[in-house]
């Protein structure tokens, strides 16, 4: 087992990548469990899955999910974990090496950054922060306390992904300065479910924690959160967050092949869109146009989650354009198109593999003493601009960015949306 001698937290402010010292490639990690259904059940199963892990505790607010999800992990690593209601508890434990967040957005940045201070290493799905502030906040509390954080942007761990950019890298297509990434889907609407009793066996003031307090409501509640300003950012930053940071890092492969390099953040940014198919309570877009503005390039994003047709064959994907061709990129391929619509290169990999890889690479990360495939820092500028998409659609206009400050000039309006209002007792933990 891991001891806790062997993740020593370095020195306050060096910024040196001093993750690991003296480990043996035959350590185990210890690591915790913070949210467990949905897509953190997937997470909690796949890390339960690998042999160098031991899923020591699960943590939710919701007691009624703790029967099954300790007898799966059981299954999976043949002894049971242990149970907590407060995430706080985990980190007080010296045994736990890491602590892979699979919570509603609003619960992505405090956690993480309450980890990285108490010595712990942390796996965060995306995005990275409800806001801009919180995502800057991660990835400074990352570097001051020298702790890998890996961001759930799996295709950034992706065979298909690199192998797509490695084409593009070649210059075959020429001149690139566009790129667009989109996001189909036939979802549901969740109608509009009165105020009721919160269940028995939920703790929904801890559920809410930094978020205004309200009545509870299942429309509000799992699954459906995303669909709320107070906890989600929406499809944009659900699913658009993989596709737009396809889209982006083939964009930036294209500038390499130039010989230039494509800004971390855009100049400018505008959204176009709204509530035009669902009659229900969700108050984020179902139908939306994004696009970043930057030197000698435009990124794009167009969102419909009522409408299943698929784009260049892809449902969700992206594509890079250039004069001499372009590259789709999708979930599990890509294939490289000539100016007649050809294909004249291909490849492919899959999700389950993707996702495994990412898992690995964090730990290797950790092991090795560098930063992971989808570092916070990778993940603060791909879930930045999802944030910067919002914030346009919000405020209903163009908007100038600053790369340098990360605020939006003198629009107060627009700067105010950087951030959050936080309920007490939660605050964002200073760094």
Not at 16 to 44: D, H, I, K, Y
Not at 100 to 123: R, S
Not at 237 to 253: I, K, S
Not at 407 to 426: H, I, V
């Amino acid at each position: 087992m891991t001891t806790r001698r062997t993740f020593m937290l370095a020195a306050a402010g060096s910024s040196a990548p001093a993750f690991l010292s003296g480990a043996s490639v035959n350590e185990r990690f210890t690591v915790a469990m913070m949210g467990f259904r949905g897509r953190g059940r997937q997470l909690l199963h796949g890390f339960a899955e690998m042999p160098e892990v031991r899923v020591k505790t699960i943590c939710d607010v919701d007691h009624r999910l703790f029967d099954q999800a300790v007898a799966s992990v059981g299954e999976r690593q043949g002894h049971a974990p242990g149970v907590e209601t407060d995430f706080r508890r985990l980190l007080e434990d010296p045994d736990i090496d890491a602590v892979v967040m699979g919570t509603p957005t609003h619960w992505h940045a405090i956690p993480t950054i309450l980890a990285c201070q108490a010595g712990k290493h942390v796996y965060v799905e995306k995005p990275a922060g409800h806001n801009i502030a919180e995502g800057r906040a991660m990835l400074q509390a990352a570097r001051k306390y020298s702790r890998v954080v890996q961001v759930g942007i799996q295709s950034r761990s992706g065979r298909n992904y690199e192998e797509a950019c490695e084409y593009i890298r070649t210059g075959a297509l020429g001149k690139v300065a566009f790129a667009k990434g989109w996001e189909s889907a036939k979802q549901k609407g969740i109608g509009y479910p009165s105020d009721e009793a919160v269940p028995e066996g939920v703790d929904y003031d801890m559920w809410l924690g930094p978020a205004p307090k309200r009545p509870f409501n299942k429309s509000r509640f799992h699954g459906s959160w995303r669909w709320f300003f107070d906890y989600g950012t929406g499809d944009l930053g659900n699913d658009g967050v993989h596709r737009v940071d396809y889209a982006r890092r083939g964009l930036a492969a294209g500038f390499e092949a130039m010989g230039k390099k494509l800004p971390d953040w855009p100049s400018a940014v505008s959204s176009a869109g709204g509530k035009f198919f669902f009659d229900d309570a969700q108050q984020w877009p179902d139908t939306l146009i994004v696009t970043w503005d930057y030197p000698g390039a435009t990124l794009m994003y167009e969102m419909r989650n009522w409408q299943p047709t698929p784009m260049d064959g892809e449902a969700e994907g992206s594509a890079v354009y250039g004069e001499n061709g372009y590259v789709v990129i999708g979930n599990g391929s890509w294939r490289a198109f000539d100016e007649r619509n050809k294909i004249v290169a291909s490849g492919s990999s899959t999700k389950d593999d993707d996702d495994a890889r990412h898992k690995r690479d964090m730990l290797a990360a950790i092991r090795n003493g560098r930063h992971p495939a989808c570092d916070i820092e990778i993940g603060h500028c791909a879930s930045g601009l999802i944030h910067l998409g919002n914030i346009a659609w919000r405020t209903d206009r163009k908007l100038q960015f600053d790369a340098v400050s990360e605020r939006f000039g003198s629009d107060e309006q627009a700067n105010q949306l950087l951030g959050r209002e936080y309920r007490s007792p939660w605050t964002l933990p200073r760094v």
